[in-house]
């Protein structure tokens, strides 16, 4: 007798049907089968709830989109968005996150020097024994301040799609500005990012309290 397997298909469960409406017992039923006796009981079971052999439709994982796909969503945001007036985007308020490290950078670092000079202390990438790191920071742009009757908008990161987080959205913000997957080009913030990510490296720091403080005094 091979393996017995967990489900059965819909010409199984119709025989395990007519074999319990002959009075067949639980194990004649699984040794006709060739299914476990908890499988047979299951099938029998859901008969029972839904009066039904056909298996409930599922919602199934979503679609995932094509590069095309998000293609034509990008160019139907912009298209949509193409004649929006100046008062409608100075009431936009645009948020993100970004990842600052407390010593150099994630890759690596270019600089401009003369032949044979790779060695010179100006040319070299200092380091921080035991430290490094990084601290997240959050933050929003805007061009008019924030004000009754701003629009909010953000990325499509998993987090922000949540179910609470879209309670909260609901309940709290009136009008939202929903982007396209995987288009950043949307933001300004980015360009913020950048400007800062550059006036941090000419400040000495060497920890996350360090990094934590220049931002909150405004020191860039």
């Not at 034509?72 to 600052?100: C, G, M």
Request: hydrophobic letters at 30%; a positive charge.
């Amino acid at each position: 007798m091979g393996r017995k397997k967990c489900e059965t298909n819909k010409i199984e469960r119709e025989l395990i049907l007519r074999l319990h409406n002959q009075c067949q017992s639980l194990r004649q039923i699984s040794k006709i089968v060739n299914r476990a006796r908890s499988t047979v009981k299951d099938a029998m079971d859901r008969y029972s709830e839904r009066k039904s052999h056909v298996n409930k439709q599922r919602s199934g994982r979503p679609k995932k989109l094509s590069d095309h796909d998000k293609r034509q969503k990008r160019f139907a945001f912009a298209r949509d968005n193409l004649h929006q007036s100046d008062n409608f985007w100075n009431k936009v308020i645009f948020t993100d996150e970004s990842r600052f490290n407390i010593f150099g950078s994630d890759g690596k670092r270019f600089v401009w020097r003369k032949a044979n000079t790779e060695m010179e202390p100006k040319n070299l990438q200092p380091t921080v024994k035991y430290g490094g790191g990084s601290t997240n920071f959050a933050a929003s742009a805007e061009t008019m301040g924030i004000k009754d009757d701003f629009i909010f908008t953000q990325d499509n990161d998993p987090k922000h799609t949540e179910k609470k987080v879209n309670a909260w959205l609901s309940n709290n913000v009136t009008e939202y500005l929903v982007t396209p997957p995987q288009y950043p080009d949307i933001n300004p913030i980015e360009n913020l990012w950048d400007y800062l990510d550059r006036k941090i490296r000419d400040h000495n720091i060497s920890s996350k309290e360090t990094l934590k403080k220049i931002f909150q005094v405004r020191k860039l």
